[in-house]
């Protein structure tokens, strides 16, 4: 009903929850705890009740109603510090669930039940950029690792699907793109260069390019032509994708 709320968490462990106009909502009973809210917080509707999922920096997870009051207590934890954290939602809550990757390269996922599981992928390195996404159209996720100049896709059987090498060093975690045409793009940002491959690890029409952070596709103009927007050093470039 376009009654928007913004949640933002803060480093007194807090979260505030204001209304478009900036206001504090009136009836917000959240309660501090021993973290703060680092990352996304979501919000997902099941069962006619609302679920406000909150990651907080020492691995605890809060879930909480529209008050602010908890939903759900959890016990287990997520690794500290997480920040490539994804959530997996479906019809009921040991079906839904947030995913992460350990300093070890050990995959974790943290059901809303409260029941943690822990994976690995043979040959998974330490500190690897992390996406849990289904980036195929299957119905079902795929594992993505991005180190050094290296991107890895692995399917829902932990099967490879997709391995890449770029030039230079990857800087950031990838990104995805849903093209007007439908079909999903992955973008990756190196030290030096940016990258758009299709799902199968092909790379597209004159990439790389000139670039060095996050960047953004849309349709800046309604030309029915796809902008991408991205900047290397004090550079803000602009291209017209194919």
Not at 36 to 63: C, M, Q, R, S
Not at 82 to 103: G, Q, R, V
Not at 199 to 212: M, R
């Amino acid at each position: 009903n376009k009654n928007y709320r913004l949640l933002i968490g803060c480093d007194n462990n807090m979260v505030y929850n204001y209304d478009i106009s900036g206001t504090l909502v009136s009836g917000w009973e959240y309660q501090t705890t021993n973290g703060y809210a680092k990352t996304n917080i979501w919000h997902f509707a099941l069962n006619n009740k609302d679920y406000i999922v909150i990651p907080l920096n020492n691995g605890e997870v809060k879930i909480v109603e529209r008050s602010g009051k908890d939903r759900v207590k959890l016990t287990n934890v997520l690794p500290k510090n997480s920040t490539n954290l994804s959530l997996t939602l479906n019809n009921d809550l040991k079906n839904c669930y947030i995913t992460t990757i350990d300093t070890l390269g050990n995959i974790i996922k943290l059901r809303l039940n409260d029941k943690l599981e822990n994976t690995n992928i043979s040959g998974i390195p330490k500190n690897t950029f992390f996406s849990y996404a289904n980036i195929n159209s299957d119905n079902k996720n795929e594992y993505i690792f991005a180190y050094e100049n290296t991107l890895q896709i692995f399917d829902s059987e932990k099967n490879k699907i997709v391995d890449i090498e770029t030039e230079d060093v990857i800087t950031e975690n990838p990104l995805f793109f849903k093209m007007p045409n439908k079909s999903k793009k992955i973008g990756i940002v190196t030290s030096n260069n940016i990258y758009l491959f299709d799902v199968t690890g092909i790379i597209q029409n004159n990439f790389p390019l000139a670039g060095s952070t996050l960047f953004s596709i849309s349709d800046l103009n309604n030309d029915n032509t796809s902008n991408l927007v991205v900047a290397d050093k004090d550079i803000l470039y602009m291209y017209n994708l194919e």
